[in-house]
């Protein structure tokens, strides 16, 4: 209870790594326009989507604090993306271990991909193991359709989640 | 910030849900940066020595390290009790981390910080004590060592043990605060019937239903009555009554209350209660039963030892000691009423009573016994569950919107054909958050767990439980799904019946040169109410219900009433808790 | 493989139209009327006849929507006994309670759903209702939401409803509850992975009575036997458990089945239609898109008291989507008969038929 309260200023590391421009930081990649909504009409058209894809999606999402996207942050990586049949399993690591926005950026990787994979993946989303205090307790609700959903009915949070999904830099930015 | 020792969350058994959305924490909006470099704008923080958090910017320290604009000292996040009225993210106050700020800790800091009597900077503190906070102790004291105690014992070694151990100057209890409210509540209730406001009068001495219903029923707001709880008249008496009295000012008397609730803690905090022009609130610290208990336990002082004379009626003191008033034990607000309205009307009225489903609501009928004619109609009702109904209930009858939701934006809500109800509505309510009332305060001592387990108490004390017809639960046996909630409810019985034990309060051995307690403190509140409004007219007052000049009748609204406000806070995006 | 069952599960309708996710159906107990709810905000209503092409089968066809007026989703339907009234419980904290204006007895199919009108609107909850429920005699309504309470609340005449109780035992969000088929015994099922039961003692309050701990992770779904002295839940730790009356006020877990790989998000359990001596059919669905049906028989003479045999299956009962519900068919005639609502907005109608 405590430690989600006074943990507004998470501790930002420095990215050691010279950011890769990646197409989706240098211009429009299909997967973040929102215009774009992949049409599933069968089994048949399923296109193969890799690990690097997958974090093409989510390198770029903004913290919700700090001016730093989730890979600038080593919030998230490729290696900690795995891809099975249909499935896809995030995994994240908080910046402190009492990180209190966790589940904000655990929920903005999860709307991104949400909105750009096919309804065909099942995603699940967690903190690296050992990465957070709270752990079970930001995965289980990470991971819980209901809450998510609601979650996205709140007008509040959705602002907050659409500023974290805007691209760093780009003309909507804080 | 180390929590109050007499706090865990188990003890925060307010009775209206504690929510996890407190929005203080995140509050703080970082400045955007002005320079968004992908992969340069790096930031770190560092705390230093004394505590205080710092963002530093990576690379503007590498490349200029006397660069001190790089540097920047970030708040830390703090949360006040105004905050926390100001928020609607907790329905109620029992949040755990809020409570550290009116603790008894707090307490023992001030006093032993507080330069001695006669020099400068000294404030003289006072301490009063709610009467259920008192039978709380009582019935507590009683249950350990097997023989009765009574409330006026209680307040006479409490009070030797707050002047001798901590230095306290005067103690008190509320009651005679209580007669004040009570008379002013009983105007305000005869001025809104004379059609100067609304009706129902909902009662407005329980904190936790006012923070309730502000942050959750703000149409309910007009109807709850004005007057100030006894606490915060208490509050009013010991900083301007005593005040000129002693001849200081407010913010020389240090005020502590110990109450059973703790949302008497936030009540106190509210801004309607702060003195701007001296800087100070009518009540400094709020602490509950169990915090007082806690104390009395850390400094070695034995509540079960009588202390001189404790057991003789104080008449010559400053204000009259344990007013009891009969009805209920939360104040006697619905009674105090229903007496009035009895004792005004010219011929002979009945009462009735009747209960809906269990005791904690009842409703009152007065009717003449001539004519049959309904001249009230109230009810009391306690708890989280009644208060449900009485809201939906009053809102129905008063034609008032219900609740934050949707309301009556549902498509095709069917407007209520109710014209054929010949039931009369509600005059009052006296309501309560808490099941059982006052004397179940979150802040009250809980029941003594071996006390109960122990079926063959030498000291005949499971035989006096049988005999009062209470049953209390037996930890471990395959009763234990009621024992939560019946062991609670039978304490709270004891704890009520202590309340009312050695009362009415008549002298030992009548003297008739004595007025009798309520003619005193008749006469002594009207003395307040002059003293204190200062109306040009001063002399010819006899009764609180006398009606001043202007500017007195302001002072007495200032001094005696406040109000209430519905919380919307604003939602933090970030702070959403979902 | 499946095809080894001695049942499947034959699709006789398949209804879409909701704009979004439909997160559960619920069966009218009196006449043919099938109703589901999603985050459209909408409820549907389908009423049902026999086909024209044989007694078997049956026809479905939407007569109406309830556009409802709430604010954020319909996550919960719930019809009372009297199959005359309708709950909805809602993300924007409020169960609404509708009913038809003159409500004729008769079953015409015909009808339009238009005149569906809310009777009251129950506020209390602080956040999202996750789930509605009448008691077996319809006169208690319980509602849950993610604040961790329980609100029970009595039906009385004129639409009124009086709250009967307010529980706050669960430490986290409640998700679902339900009421026993016979008695007054509320079950209510949390993300914090216990399900709680609670009676009321008529001269005082509602209060919980037994904790019934076992599952690992939330407990989405409860589902009381037809006879009642069973309880099934199913749960995100990707098992069902069924516990077992073992006193008036004692429940036990007397079996644990496995069957889905994502979280099972409904369990129903129906009389179904095998030999006389078992407890029913069981069924579960969930976010693996699989809905499993399951022969419940009481053992007599082995140590576990239950036995369950896995009777059909389908996958991707919903393409590829979640599927947030099933639910038998209460009506005598229909003892085969399920519904199911999935994320893809449709609700699709099975029966189980032999292989």
Known sequence: MNGEIFNA??????????????????????????????????????????????????????????????????????????????????????????????????????VRLMRSLPQRFKVDIRVKPGSHQSELAVNKQLNDKERVAAALENSALVETLEKCLEPIGGPHSR | MAFSGALTLTDLNDFLTPSQACIKPVEQVNEPQQIIEPGAATTEIVIDSSGSYYEVSATGASTNASSKGTERKLQQAQISLNDCLACSGCITSA???????????????????????????????????????????????????????????????????????????????????????????????????????????????????????????????????????????????????FGN?????????????????????????????????YS???????????????????????????????????????????????????????????????????????LTVKSIRTSDYEEFTLRARDTGEVLFKGAKCYGFRNLQNVVRKVGREAGVQVGRGAAG??????????????????????????????????????????????????????????????????????????????????????????????????????????????????RLAVQVKIDLCHPTDGSLHESWASVMDEGAETRRRELFRTQYRAVESEVVGLAVKW | MDVDLPYRLELISDLPGHDERAWQVAWNPTKPLLASCSADKSVRMYSYRPSDHGSKSLAFSHMGTIPTGHTKTVRSIAWAPSGKTLATGSFDSNVGIWEREDVSDSEDAGETAG????????????????????????????????????????????????????????SQDVKCVAWHPSEEILASASYDD?????????????????????????????S???????LASSSDDLTIRIWKRVEEHEWKSVLELRGHERSIYSISWGVGKGASENLGWLTTTGGDGKINVWEITEMQHTKDPLSATLIARISGAHDVNDVNSVSWCPRLEHPDLLATAGDDGSVKVWRVVPS
């Not at chain 2, 009805?327 to 607000?333: C, D, H, K, Q, R």
């Not at chain 2, 229903?338 to 004792?343: Q, V």
């Open chain 2, 409 to 522: 934006r549902l498509v095709g809500m069917r407007a209520k054909k109710r014209g054929g109800e010949d039931e009369k509505g509600y005059d009052y309510v006296e309501v309560m958050a808490c099941p059982g009332g006052c004397v179940n305060g979150g802040g009250q001592l809980k029941p003594i767990a071996q006390a109960a387990g122990q079926k063959e108490d030498e000291e005949g004390f499971t035989r006096n439980w049988q005999e009062s017809d209470v049953q209390m639960p037996v930890p471990g046996e395959d009763n234990e799904m009621q024992g939560a909630k019946w062991g609670n409810k039978e304490w709270t019985k004891e704890v009520e019946r202590v309340y009312w034990h050695d009362l009415p309060t008549p002298p030992p051995s009548p003297r008739p040169d004595l007025e009798s307690p309520f003619d005193r403190a008749d």
């Open chain 2, 280 to 350: 100070t609130r009518d009540v400094d610290c709020v602490i509950t039963t169990g915090e007082l208990e806690l104390m009395m336990r850390d400094k070695g002082w034995d509540l079960s030892q009588p202390v001189e004379n404790e057991g003789i009626p104080d008449f010559d003191a400053e204000i009259p000691e344990l007013l009891s008033h009969p009805g209920t034990s939360s104040g006697s607000y619905l009674h105090s009423l229903i007496n009035s309205i009895t004792a005004s009307h010219s011929s002979p009225v009945d």
């Open chain 3, 224 to 230: 009381w036997s037809p006879q009642g002295s069973y």
């Open chain 2, 95 to 241: 949040e755990s981390v809020l409570i550290t700020l009116q603790s008894h800790t707090e307490v023992l800091n001030f006093l032993n910080s507080n330069p001695p009597v006669s020099t400068p900077g000294h404030n003289i503190p006072v301490l009063s004590i709610a009467p259920q906070s008192l039978a709380s102790l009582a019935a507590s004291l009683s249950s350990s060592s097997g023989s009765p105690v009574s409330l006026r014992r209680i307040l006479r070694r409490v009070r030797a043990f707050s002047t001798r151990i901590l230095g306290f100057e005067h103690v008190y209890d509320t009651t005679f605060a209580r007669h004040i409210a009570l008379l002013e509540h009983t105007q305000e209730f005869f001025e809104r019937k004379r059609g100067n406001g609304k009706v129902p009068m909902l009662a407005s001495a329980c904190p936790g239903w006012i923070c309730y219903a502000e942050k959750a029923h703000s149409e309910m707001l007009p109807f709850i009555a004005r007057t100030k709880s006894p606490q915060q008249v208490m509050g009013t008496l010991v900083k301007s009554w």
């Open chain 3, 194 to 222: 216990t399900i709680k039961l609670y009676i009321d003692d008529p001269s005082e309050d509602w209060f919980c009575f037994s904790t019934l701990s076992g599952h690992k992770s939330t407990v989405w779904s409860l």
């Open chain 1, 9 to 110: 200023n998470p501790t930002v590391y420095a990215s050691k790594r010279s950011t890769r421009k990646s197409k989706f930081e240098a211009g429009q990649s299909l997967w973040i326009d929102e215009q774009y909504q992949p049409e599933l009409s069968s089994e048949s058209e399923v296109e193969p989507i890799d690990e690097d894809e997958i974090f093409d999606l989510i390198r770029s999402i903004a913290d919700p604090e700090h001016p730093n996207s989730l890979e600038e942050l080593r919030v998230v990586s490729a290696e900690q993306i795995e891809m099975g049949d249909n499935h896809i399993m995030v995994e994240f690591t908080p910046t402190v271990p009492h990180c209190g926005m966790s589940t904000l950026i655990g929920l903005s990787i999860r």
């Open chain 2, 245 to 277: 009295r002693w001849g200081v000012q407010p913010d020389q008397i240090y005020h502590v209350s110990v109450m059973p609730c703790y949302d008497k803690k936030l009540e106190a905090s509210r801004q309607d209660f702060y003195n701007d022009l």
């Open chain 3, 115 to 170: 005149d569906w009108e809310c009777m009251t609107l129950l506020e209390g909850h602080e956040t999202e209702c996750k789930s509605v429920g009448y008691s077996s005699s319809g006169t208690l309504l319980a509602s849950c939401s993610r604040d961790k309470t329980v609100w029970i609340w009595e039906v009385k005449p004129d639409a009124d409803f009086e709250c009967m109780g307010v529980l706050m035992e669960h």
